[in-house]
């Protein structure tokens, strides 16, 4: 634990503030939101947020960083993997679900990022090279022969990303279970949703 | 042509404006957005915008329903087809493709709508009626015996469309083939990026 962290009373301290406003920034958009607004939304005052924080933009950071700094840890332990391509893109598919669920609001800001603000342009780079990571995956795939060939890997990683992080638009944590979904989403992308008779 | 449709000066019609303030809703957000910005940024004074709509929630409105209009209107043609439902559900999935790049910015927008003011609301009221409408035709789709059993049938339309709508984050419609791309779609969803040995 590092001693510089600030800590607040119970409900003010920084996780606490940073949920709250990624929960804000998710219902009423981050460009919409004002410092004002997170104030009123989280029943604190304006200098207790920035206790913790510089602003909304510091807030976004952190925010969007948990979800990226989450997929790009995903990345990284596939790629270590002794496998084929295309388990390790399965892999990646299935883990990246289940980060999605553990971290659903911080993944929902992320994919909701416009780039109108500095803050919101780096969460994009970001964003870039993990799709760029994705794509050379699908291309090594697809040089082993495993993955189709017919329609370019870079198209076949933002179709498999799109299927996956739609599940931001619906996935209701209660009575979810996370590890079927997973499963569920990996066998559709992978195998397509027609039964083979 | 209706004869109560206003007309302004070239640039001024209802067509233009809509396109303007759809542009500026998907930029900066439905809810960020003023009629004050949106005089400010299609370069036209607010009154000129007030000819032809009664503020923000009309054009909102008429964006959201050229896209849903749209949908429904591939989902009665469908329905009308002769075929197993697997291949109905097929071709819906290909001429959504074809819609969502044909009306780009309205689609767009509508996929953004998030349910904080009563056109809102509708918006996705109608989006869920759709939804219903291709659940019921993934169901069709397994009882007859085509479509996979293991993954509950309201959860592969919801990824079918995860999939389709994700087209909105990367599509450009500069050097695209809208009709190449569908048919990628379809083949990725439909039979896997898994290529079968």
Known sequence: MQVSVRRGRPGHDLESVLRGAVKVFNERG???????????ELGITKSAIYHHVTGKEELLR???????????AVLDEISAMEAPAIARLEELARRSVLLLVAELPF???LLRVRGNTEAE???LARRRSFDTAV???ATQARDEGDLRSDVDPAIIARLLYGMIN???EW???RGGRPGELAVSIVTVAFDGLRLKR
């Open 30 to 40: 981050y460009d919409g939101t004002s410092m004002e607004d997170l104030s009123r």
């Open 135 to 137: 794509a050379d995956l």
């Open 166 to 168: 739609s599940v931001v």
């Open 62 to 72: 952190l925010a969007v960083d948990r979800a990226l700094d989450g997929l790009f």
């Open 107 to 109: 993944v929902t800001l």
């Open 171 to 173: 996935y209701r944590p």
């Open 121 to 123: 342009r780096r969460a």
